[in-house]
């Protein structure tokens, strides 16, 4: 049984870089189909994807936040990485890691999310 545990700071100030991690439990993340994703939902609106990274190591993000988001892995830790960099406000939110098979639209697994606050 595959399981992700998010973490991260909880509060960071504006400008700086917002660094999570996703610990992944049950499988191997370079194996299989594997398809891993950050999604993040702002207060009171709708959950939006940030960006993923397939079993095969290419990286894709949302083009708004394109120039400020890193997807990574560590393999040795099995763990996903996510910055993103010139944080506002506005990046407040619950973020999110969840698998998918690169197969399938919809996500299988989800860890319980990490909640970030960005303080002015």
């Known amino acids: 049984q595959v399981q992700l545990e998010e973490s991260g700071p909880g509060t960071v100030k504006t400008s700086q870089t917002l660094s999570l991690t996703c610990t992944v439990r049950?499988?191997?993340?370079?194996?299989?189909?594997?398809?891993w994703s950050w999604l993040r939902q702002p207060p009171e609106k709708e959950p939006e994807w940030v960006g993923a990274i397939h079993y095969n190591g290419y990286f894709y993000n949302t083009p708004s936040l394109k120039n400020r988001t890193s997807i990574s892995w560590d393999t040795s830790k099995n763990l996903l990485t996510l910055q993103l960099a010139s944080v506002t406000p506005e990046d407040t939110a619950v973020y999110y890691c969840?698998?998918?098979?690169?197969?399938?639209?919809?996500?299988?697994?989800w860890g319980p999310g990490t909640r970030v606050t960005v303080s002015s």
């Open positions: 969840a698998r998918r098979d690169r197969l399938s639209p919809g996500y299988d697994t």
């Open positions: 049950g499988t191997a993340i370079t194996t299989g189909n594997n398809v």
